[in-house]
């Protein structure tokens, strides 16, 4: 099984921050990695996928990089909506797996 | 607009079969992947297996022995069944749209998510 370390689990950070989260996959997984983003009693949102590319209608403050085992998910000006819970998933098959989260909390 | 809504009972005994249906709106159920994901409370989400109507399937080989995932296209709705569960299969189940396109691969959109408690 390919298992994903997300870190931080969780961080605190005002409006405007620049946040910063990692996924360190533990093998090689090419680009095979999405972000998702969780509000409370609702399902996941995707993001990004393939490492970098921006789903539709997602705006461009948010930005994820990276290939292998080391992926980078960036939130730049955050704002008051981007409170929540991120997750990023690897889709190296047959085997899919989520990295543990990180909830971003305001400070 | 794709919505995807989980349906099914909230509470289920040890040792018996958990059963829910996810309702597809918007797309036709025939020309895509259809997933069964869940979250246990203080954990990761988990894939549990997803399938092409009349076509390949996938699943966790954590609970293969246990899970099937079926299709009724003229209801546009999919299903889950896993049976002999126990505490640890307490979680927020969701289903999702397993889409693909180009040789990428992501769960776009997803459900609600509905939370299922086993419990005596």
């Known amino acids: 099984d390919i298992q994903m370390t997300q870190s931080p689990s969780s961080l605190s950070a005002s409006v405007g921050d620049r946040v910063t989260i990692t996924c360190q996959a533990s093998?090689?997984?090419?680009?095979?990695l999405n972000w998702y983003q969780q509000k409370p009693g609702k399902g996941p949102k995707l993001l990004i996928f393939?490492?970098?590319n921006l789903a539709t209608g997602v705006p461009a403050r948010f930005r994820g990089s990276g290939s292998g085992t080391d992926f980078t998910f960036t939130i730049t000006n955050l704002q008051p909506e981007d409170f929540a819970t991120y997750f990023c998933?690897?889709?190296?098959?047959?085997?899919?797996?989520f990295g543990g989260g990180t909830r971003i909390e305001i400070k | 607009q794709v919505e995807l809504q989980e349906s099914g009972p909230g509470l289920v005994k040890p040792s018996e079969t958990l059963s829910l249906t996810c309702n597809v709106s918007?797309?036709?159920?025939?020309?895509?992947?259809w997933s069964w994901l869940r979250q246990p409370p203080g954990k990761p989400l988990e894939w549990i297996g997803y399938m092409y109507p009349g076509g390949n399937t996938n699943s966790n080989p954590s609970l293969r022995s246990r899970v099937a995932i079926s299709v009724d296209t003229s209801k546009s709705q999919f299903s889950l069944r896993l049976t002999s569960v126990t505490a640890a299969d307490t979680a927020v189940y969701y289903c999702a749209r397993y889409k693909s396109e180009t040789g990428s691969y992501w769960f776009d959109p997803w459900g609600p998510g509905t939370l299922v408690t086993v419990s005596p």
């Open positions: 393939d490492a970098s």
């Open positions: 918007g797309v036709s159920i025939n020309s895509y992947y």
């Open positions: 998933q690897q889709y190296d098959h047959p085997l899919l797996t």
């Open positions: 093998q090689d997984i090419n680009k095979y």
